[in-house]
């Protein structure tokens, strides 16, 4: 449940692009109205899915408040993305930036990730994990890096289909296409992982 909460945006912005493709003129009569003139029947639907994707980060955020009184700091990080990135694609009238959306997220969370490691000497995949399972100290240290490397692939892997496929190929892949190879990874990784856990135990 919790992986399709965090999913939301995603989810919500493919939603509004298939659905605002499927009715050009409504969706260029909405957009014309509510994000400027100047807006080309065939921008409509990136511009909508966008738009929505920044409200629905901003519920996402508001739901967490509301339940925990607290909201991790990499979901305001990508918050501060997505306005920025999406507002540009608002008010340009470009989709170039949201599609680097994803590619920003991604390498920030693989810098973060190499980042904390080199520099501060914290592994925070290890901090995130150590308490469900216990692994040799040389593991964690893979893993992390393992992480960080999935996550620059995953940025240069958005932009070659971003400019080098269609749009909606592009929010084809951005929802299933990242989720399945998300799954595919941490599938890979567990069964890594699982030689050495039954190591540690013995």
Not at 8 to 24: D, E, H, N, R, S
Not at 165 to 176: D, G, H, Q, T
Request: aromatic residues 16%.
């Amino acid at each position: 449940m919790k992986f399709l909460f965090d999913l939301l945006p995603v989810i919500l912005f493919f939603a509004a692009y298939k659905f605002a493709g499927a009715q050009p003129e409504a969706s260029h009569a909405f957009a014309t109205h509510w994000l400027g003139d100047n807006i080309a029947l065939t921008q409509a639907p990136i511009l909508i899915a966008t738009a929505v994707t920044i409200v629905a980060t901003f519920a996402q955020i508001a739901i967490v408040w509301v339940r925990h009184r607290k909201v991790d700091t990499m979901l305001w990080v990508s918050l501060a993305i997505i306005v920025v990135f999406g507002g540009a694609t608002l008010f340009f009238h470009n989709p170039t930036f949201i599609k680097w959306k994803p590619t920003a997220l991604y390498w920030l969370f693989g810098t973060v990730l190499l980042g904390s490691d080199l520099m501060f000497g914290r592994n925070l995949i290890r901090k995130a994990l150590e308490a469900q399972v216990a692994l040799p100290e040389l593991i964690w240290g893979r893993l992390n890096l393992a992480w960080a490397g999935f996550f620059v692939a995953m940025g240069v892997l958005n932009i070659y289909v971003a400019y080098n496929f269609s749009e909606e190929a592009w929010v084809n892949f951005k929802l299933f296409g990242g989720m399945g190879l998300m799954f595919a990874f941490v599938l890979g990784q567990g069964f890594y992982l699982s030689r050495h856990l039954e190591e540690e135990k013995n």
